[in-house]
């Protein structure tokens, strides 16, 4: 069976249930792409607008107030630049008018060859996971802060009110494996676009409530150089920098799905211009969003600025207002699990149904009326047995490691330079035949080389700090 014929035979949402006309097929034979830069826009600013916003007032507060911003900024520049010249390698040899590549891998396959898929695949697919695993972690530590906050509210802000996150990532996991059964990238526009508002209200709350804080204290506190030697240690302080840098890098992260958002934009005009059209808009709307949280955040709270801005208690009151802002990060976590794992599913159903193409139990669909809605839904067993089985992998990770900085650092360091900078680098040089030793040549190969060097450090740091949480970490406890 073909690429098409995989890709079409888990396309399984029927609305209608009837035969689709030939005229709804696109050049490769595959349904009419609708998206548009309003709905990719939606999805990039679902995929980084998330949790990683939360702790960009603690990253700031790592570095200080000249480094912080800067490296945001940096990191801004290099994430659209980057994704601009990956959009340019969603069609092979002619960006206009080549084959598709359908996932980033694809686009990795046909510009580079073999061994590049491999190493891409595990970076990918591995981070892909990761992603995961932080967002249930992310969105269990919300789910405590409403009860939390609830408690503080009533029996005073000195109370204890010990909670355990165990439940809440259950019940998260419970949420992801009825979500998880939507079979398409495609199919999940609509979650994409509550996610991103659910995104921007609570990252409005977060600003509001560290102006809000600033405007209290009377003051703006920080430093130049970020958190002060005694408040902890020279090596943490190192250690922390280089932590923060992971941070930044997490909360940038989308270039691993920007193929498979690319995959469901309309044409004409062509796709890569749709896309960088949607990547200006949704970095420079994130990026004014990153600044203005961590920087508020940094100034509100200085050297006592907590890892997850709406969850550390910095703010307790007014307490509805902090209860309003993790609903809505957990709703949009929610959306964003969903943004991140349909490339895994897709990859590893693909894998499976060409390892085994003749099982049933692979292949074969069950109609499922909806009622209310006047549609059938096509319930594949394969597809409800693994990819439940995914979410209860991740779910345990989950309970077992819940250190939220940790884990943004490693995730954005592992991340970002192989998938943001290295490949599509790698790719745009390729298809651009850009001649070895030319000046925009070294220019791309410093650029990679720089952001190596800070992934490197970003994954030390970040490596430190799980060993240093796990010193005092009783598993299952928290």
């Known amino acids: 069976m073909t690429d098409s014929g995989i890709h079409n035979q888990h396309r399984v949402l029927d609305i209608s249930c009837a035969p689709v006309n030939s005229d709804t097929y696109d050049d490769d034979?595959?349904?009419?792409?609708?998206?548009?830069?309003?709905?990719?826009?939606?999805?990039?600013?679902?995929?980084?607008?998330?949790?990683?916003?939360?702790?960009?007032?603690?990253?700031?507060?790592?570095?200080g107030w000249i480094a912080g911003?800067?490296?945001?900024?940096?990191?801004?520049?290099?994430?659209?630049?980057?994704?601009?010249?990956?959009?340019?390698?969603?069609?092979?040899?002619?960006?206009?008018?080549?084959?598709?590549?359908?996932?980033?891998?694809?686009?990795?396959?046909a510009n580079l060859g073999s061994w590049h898929v491999k190493a891409c695949g595990i970076v990918q697919y591995v981070n892909l996971f990761g992603v995961a695993i932080g967002y249930t972690?992310?969105?269990?530590?919300?789910?405590?802060?409403?009860?939390?906050?609830?408690?503080?509210?009533s029996k005073g802000d000195d109370s204890p009110c010990k909670v355990s996150s165990n439940a809440y990532m259950i019940a998260f996991g419970v949420i992801e494996i009825?979500?998880?059964?939507?079979?398409?990238?495609?199919?999940?526009?609509?979650?994409?676009?509550?996610?991103?508002?659910?995104?921007?209200?609570?990252?409005?709350?977060?600003?509001?409530?560290?102006?809000?804080?600033?405007?209290?204290?009377?003051?703006?506190?920080?430093?130049?150089?970020?958190i002060s030697i005694g408040t902890v240690t020279p090596i943490d302080k190192v250690w922390r920098s280089f932590q923060a840098l992971g941070a930044i890098a997490f909360a940038y992260s989308y270039s691993m799905i920007l193929i498979e958002i690319q995959d469901t934009v309309k044409s004409p005009p062509a796709e890569h211009k749709t896309m960088k059209k949607a990547t200006l808009l949704s970095v420079a709307v994130t990026t004014a969003f990153y600044m203005a949280c961590g920087c508020f955040g940094y100034a509100a709270f200085g050297d006592?600025?907590?890892?997850?801005?709406?969850?550390?208690?910095?703010?307790?009151?007014?307490?509805?207002?902090?209860?309003?802002?993790?609903?809505?990060?957990?709703?949009?976590?929610?959306?964003?699990?969903?943004?991140?794992?349909q490339p895994?599913?897709?990859?590893?159903?693909?894998?499976?149904?060409?390892?085994?193409?003749?099982?049933?139990?692979?292949?074969?669909?069950?109609?499922?009326w909806v009622p209310g809605v006047n549609s059938c839904y096509k319930l594949s067993p394969f597809r409800l047995v693994w990819r439940s089985i995914f979410v209860v992998?991740?779910?345990?990770?989950?309970?077992?490691?819940?250190?939220?900085?940790?884990?943004?650092?490693?995730?954005?360091?592992?991340g970002f330079w192989p998938l943001t900078v290295y490949f599509p680098v790698e790719m745009y040089i390729k298809t651009s035949k850009i001649p070895k030793w030319g000046t925009k040549w070294i220019c791309l190969q410093i650029l990679s080389f720089v952001c190596l060097l800070i992934s490197v450090v970003a994954a030390v740091g970040s490596v430190a700090g799980i060993f240093n949480d796990l010193k005092v970490y009783k598993p299952f406890s928290s």
């Open 69 to 109: 911003p800067i490296m945001m900024l940096l990191f801004s520049f290099v994430t659209y630049y980057t994704s601009t010249l990956l959009a340019m390698c969603y069609r092979s040899h002619d960006p206009d008018t080549g084959k598709r590549n359908y996932t980033y891998m694809d686009a990795v396959r």
């Open 304 to 341: 006592s600025s907590p890892g997850n801005l709406l969850t550390g208690f910095g703010f307790y009151n007014p307490y509805w207002l902090i209860d309003i802002a993790n609903v809505a990060i957990v709703v949009h976590l929610i959306g964003a699990y969903q943004v991140y794992s």
């Open 29 to 63: 034979g595959r349904r009419k792409r609708t998206g548009t830069m309003w709905t990719a826009s939606a999805h990039i600013i679902t995929a980084v607008i998330g949790s990683g916003v939360l702790s960009l007032a603690w990253a700031v507060g790592q570095l």
């Open 178 to 226: 009825f979500l998880s059964q939507i079979p398409d990238f495609d199919q999940i526009w609509w979650l994409s676009i509550v996610a991103a508002v659910m995104s921007f209200t609570y990252s409005t709350i977060g600003l509001g409530l560290g102006i809000a804080k600033v405007a209290e204290n009377g003051m703006v506190k920080g430093s130049l150089n970020g």
């Open 137 to 153: 972690i992310a969105s269990s530590i919300s789910m405590m802060a409403i009860e939390r906050s609830n408690c503080f509210h």
């Open 344 to 368: 895994l599913f897709a990859f590893i159903e693909k894998a499976i149904s060409d390892w085994f193409p003749k099982s049933e139990f692979i292949r074969s669909e069950i109609s499922v």
């Open 393 to 414: 992998i991740t779910t345990v990770i989950s309970m077992l490691l819940p250190f939220f900085n940790d884990v943004v650092g490693i995730l954005g360091a592992l």
